[in-house]
């Protein structure tokens, strides 16, 4: 029993309005060399802020946050037509002062790691197909796809892929990052299913990265994010077997809360007993309820109904819906679009961790005129059988390895509604997470790992996953983009020139 760290707080704002400064942008765009220079290259989908197009692909952000107000999104349909845009944007004289961003699911939920204000965003989209190699049972996957267009084309071969559980969720960015699944026990994470990688470098180069070819960058690019190497053009991914799943998600009053503490803690010991189940818990604060509702994602990926690793969860009363069912991988995803991640395992530690979320629920509240926010506080085990699959599929750059113990992972997170708001939930946020990770370090139960898919802008998840991995990740980003294109000119995301490990 031990670690556990808030490796997570993040906070979004949602339902802002696109409207402001598109007037101030269209002037710039009729003036932008950059944007020109790639149309008049033959790229035939460059989008301007007045565009309807351009209005809708920033509206697909899946956080308000992240839609920031690029001179031009450019929408590569090829792997050529993306290193074409590369050179461009590297090369050209028109070019010389623009920054570019790389988007994909647009997933990441703050400002500046998948668009930019004034530059060039190379938004993915439009390379979102999947094909299917039954003699091999490798998927290829298109970068721009979401994962329940790959689950829908899988699934009529009777196969699946391990990927992300809500069905929006964006391919590109969540394997780079790792990617945990409904089947991380069995399969390890998502990226170690990853076969090979095409990728475009900052030289418009193609390479293919696999366990044979530029292993170093295969290795590098299993979770430490594609935002360091270059533009993932292609995933070969190794599918799997899969009939039905029997799962669902259930919601419960906070009056509950203790049972699902203990619930969740006698989980985490038994996890790697019981490989094919899948558990997340979360407490939420809902606008239209007005209060804290405990909300549970149970997943038996044998399609087994309750079966005995639940017993604990199934004995707690007072449900107020379910919708527990047999059901295949992608109808299960299609129900859950939520975000979750934080760790640790003393009963105490979980019980201070759910009041002080409730402190904070008040005294949000209380200092806010606005009631219409939304919170999650999501526990995720992390068990040590996850890095022995990792491990057995020739290891990633995450770090867990030095992870002895099952931990516990926090998403801890805000949804509010305006910028302001956005500002003042953060410090408060941080403030509450702050006071968690110091209760756990006090019972010797904070582990410092912290997972990219899930941390906020101020985090630092390279470091937390140690001084070798990070050396992993510098060289191969140092050899494949001695340039360091990846680091200045695009400067979204994590980036192992800002870790200072
Ligand atoms: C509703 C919801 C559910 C989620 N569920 C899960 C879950 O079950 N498990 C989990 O582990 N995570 C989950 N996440 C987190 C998710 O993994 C990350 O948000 C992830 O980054 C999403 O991928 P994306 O393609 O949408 O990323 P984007 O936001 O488009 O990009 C993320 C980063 O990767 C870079 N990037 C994007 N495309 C490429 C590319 N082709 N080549 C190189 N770099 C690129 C971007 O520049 C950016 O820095 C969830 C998030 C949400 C909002
Ligand atoms: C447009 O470009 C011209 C000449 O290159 C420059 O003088 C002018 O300031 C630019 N206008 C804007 C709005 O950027
Ligand atoms: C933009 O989105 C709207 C609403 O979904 C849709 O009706 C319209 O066709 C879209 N426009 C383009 C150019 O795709
Ligand atoms: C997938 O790409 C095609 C064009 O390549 C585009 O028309 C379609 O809208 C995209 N689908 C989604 C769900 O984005
Ligand atoms: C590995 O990359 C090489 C090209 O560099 C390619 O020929 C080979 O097919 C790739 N292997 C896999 C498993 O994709």
Not at 39 to 61: F, I, K, M, W
Not at 323 to 334: C, E, G, I, N, P
Not at 393 to 418: Q, R, T
Not at 444 to 469: H, I, K, R
Request: hydrophobic share 40%; net charge negative; with cysteine.
């Amino acid at each position: 029993m031990k670690p556990f760290v808030p490796s997570l707080g993040c906070v979004l704002a949602v339902g802002l309005t696109l409207a402001q400064g598109f007037e101030a942008l269209s002037i710039a765009a009729q003036n932008g060399t950059c944007c020109k220079a790639l149309e008049v290259a033959g790229l035939a989908h460059v989008l301007y802020p007045t565009d309807e197009q351009y209005v809708n692909r920033t509206a697909s952000y899946w956080s308000v946050s992240a839609q920031l107000t690029p001179e031009c999104i450019v929408q590569p349909i090829s792997t050529e037509e993306v290193s074409k845009a590369v050179k461009i944007l590297v090369s050209h004289e028109g070019c010389k002062e623009t920054q570019f961003a790389v988007r994909s699911g647009g997933h990441t939920t703050w400002a500046g790691s998948n668009n930019i204000d004034n530059g060039v965003t190379i938004d993915l989209g439009l390379m979102n197909t999947t094909t299917y190699d039954p003699a091999t049972k490798v998927a290829s996957v298109l970068p721009g796809s979401r994962w329940g267009q790959v689950y829908a084309t899988l699934e009529p071969h009777g196969v699946t892929a391990a990927g992300g559980r809500a069905s929006t969720v964006g391919v590109a960015g969540f394997l780079t990052g790792g990617g945990n699944s409904f089947y991380t026990a069995q399969k390890g994470f998502a990226c170690d299913n990853v076969v090979n990688f095409e990728l475009i470098l900052g030289t418009g180069e193609l390479i293919n990265a696999n366990a044979t070819d530029n292993s170093d960058l295969f290795q590098a690019l299993k979770g430490g994010s594609g935002a360091n190497f270059g533009i993932v053009t292609r995933f070969d991914i190794q599918a799997f077997d899969a009939g039905d799943l029997w799962g669902g998600t259930v919601s419960y009053p906070k009056s509950v809360g203790q049972q699902h503490i203990e619930a969740y803690h006698a989980w985490t010991e038994n996890v790697n007993n019981y490989q094919e189940g899948s558990s997340i818990i979360f407490w939420s604060y809902l606008p239209t309820v007005g209060d804290i509702l405990i909300l549970a994602a149970y997943e038996d990926t044998a399609g087994s109904v309750a079966p005995a690793g639940f017993d604990k969860f199934m004995a707690i009363p007072d449900q107020l819906s379910s919708t527990m069912r047999v059901a295949s991988h992608k109808a299960l995803t299609d129900e859950l679009e939520q975000p979750a991640g934080y760790r640790q395992n003393d009963i105490r530690i979980y019980q201070k961790i759910v009041e002080l979320h409730e402190k904070f629920v008040d005294e949000w509240k209380a200092e806010t005129s606005d009631p219409d926010f939304i919170t999650q506080l999501m526990f995720q085990s992390i068990a040590t059988s996850f890095t022995e699959q990792s491990i057995a599929k020739g290891g990633n750059v995450l770090g867990l390895d030095a992870e002895p113990d099952n931990v516990v992972m926090l998403l801890y997170d805000i949804a509010v509604k305006s910028p302001e708001l956005e500002t003042r939930a953060r410090e408060k946020l941080k403030a509450s997470a702050e006071a968690m990770k110091e209760y756990a370090a006090s019972l010797d139960g904070a582990v410092t790992w912290t997972y990219m898919n899930y941390a906020d802008s101020f985090q630092d998840p390279l470091s937390s996953y140690g001084q070798t991995n990070v050396a992993k990740i510098r060289a191969a980003a140092a050899k494949y983009d001695p340039q360091g294109i990846f680091q200045t000119k695009a400067p979204g995301g994590f980036k192992i020139s800002r870790v200072g490990l």
